[in-house]
């Protein structure tokens, strides 16, 4: 699996979580919206120079270590979310 970095950037309600791999000036992003501890995901998206590395993969657990540890709640919008919850149910308690 590549060195990907998870950084995360917020701007009030919103943010984004974003994944670089090294050697690489991709970004990927998983971006949402947050109302009330509830953090719903809009998109994740991986370039296609960094995809099959999993970068996404690894953004979701960004999001679901920070869900744990700040106290928020997910509505997984964005398909890709809404996929890794039906594949992790130990993560149900973290759905809105």
């Given at each position: 699996?590549?060195?990907?970095?998870?950084?995360?950037?917020?701007?009030?309600?919103?943010?984004?979580?974003?994944?670089?791999?090294?050697?690489?000036?991709?970004?990927?992003?998983?971006?949402?919206?947050?109302?009330?501890?509830?953090?719903?995901?809009?998109?994740?998206?991986?370039?296609?120079?960094?995809?099959?590395?999993?970068?996404?993969?690894?953004?979701v657990e960004a999001l679901i270590d920070?869900?744990?540890?700040?106290?928020?709640?997910?509505?997984?919008?964005?398909?890709?979310?809404?996929?890794?919850?039906?594949?992790?149910?130990?993560?149900?308690?973290?759905?809105?």
């Open positions: 699996m590549a060195d990907v970095t998870i950084t995360r950037h917020a701007n009030g309600s919103s943010g984004e979580y974003r994944a670089e791999v090294a050697g690489s000036s991709a970004i990927g992003r998983l971006t949402w919206t947050e109302h009330d501890k509830v953090r719903a995901t809009e998109h994740t998206l991986v370039p296609p120079e960094i995809g099959g590395r999993g970068v996404a993969g690894k953004l920070d869900a744990r540890e700040q106290g928020f709640k997910i509505d997984p919008q964005c398909s890709y979310v809404a996929a890794a919850f039906k594949r992790h149910p130990d993560w149900a308690d973290l759905r809105a």
